[in-house]
């Protein structure tokens, strides 16, 4: 099974704008950020996490490079609807990177659970199969 979750909202700096879309995709082994469209490339794996915490912020911690940055995306509450929590992209500074100030917040809804043989719909089930499937290979 299969829970999957779409990033709606992260803001408010401009940059955010590139993590909308994105999918969290929760199995029984992992957790993965997935690029559902990247052009016309099957879906992608940009990162995996396992639990990193029970109870207290950050449950999840992802880093990953998309759309020309290095991302920091951290869950900090879950629920069977909902992910949210805060996100980086560090800028560098004398080639080190450093992080803002204030993270920037972004959540993800639920787009769905899915069982294997359904048919997966417009959820995006199918390409998180099929971007899940290819990054355990």
Known sequence: MLNIYKITS???KADGEDLLGLLIIQSSEAFYVVDPEPGLDA???????ELVSFGKSPLLKFK????????????DEASPVQLS????NPHL????PVKPDE???WVASGTGRGEPGE???DDGEEEA????AQHRQ
Do not use: I, Q, Y
Request: net charge neutral; no cysteine.
């Open 10 to 12: 992260a803001g408010p």
């Open 43 to 49: 879906p992608r794996v940009l990162a995996h996490s």
């Open 64 to 75: 990953f490079h998309h759309e020309k940055r290095e991302w920091d995306l951290d869950v």
């Open 85 to 88: 929590g805060t996100w980086h």
């Open 93 to 96: 500074l004398k080639n080190k």
């Open 103 to 105: 993270p920037e917040v």
């Open 119 to 121: 048919d997966p719909g």
């Open 129 to 132: 199969r099929a971007a899940t």
